[in-house]
């Protein structure tokens, strides 16, 4: 099974340049592939859905071939969902911190 590091996401309470909004969430979120270094800005409206522990902290998204077998076994933080066309995430705690898994269809 393909695992290799995609981004790190890293919550701010700061407005972006080139920011998009998930309504579903209540988040604002900023495109890592356009950041020499993979990082995707999140900012989360009062009253998100998403857990605090991603709205607080840092974390790490790999590429996969398969969210849902990716999360097998793990301490599941999110339940898998469709992020946008073509692309599954979900997210899990591993050492107390959350983890996002993530398959793109092209990819």
Not at 13 to 32: A, H, K, N, Q
């Amino acid at each position: 099974m393909k695992r290799e590091f995609h981004h790190i996401g890293i919550p701010s309470t700061l407005e972006r340049s080139g920011e998009t909004y998930m309504e579903s969430i209540s988040l604002f979120v900023t495109d890592p592939m356009q950041s020499d270094q993979k990082i995707e800005w999140l900012r989360f409206e009062k009253g998100s859905s998403m857990p605090a522990l991603i709205q607080n902290e840092a974390h790490l998204a790999f590429l996969v071939d398969n969210v849902e077998d990716a999360m097998k076994g793990k301490e599941c933080l999110v339940e898998p969902f469709d992020a946008g066309p073509g692309v599954r995430v979900g997210f899990v705690t591993e050492e107390g911190q959350p983890i996002e898994y993530l398959s793109i269809a092209s990819a």
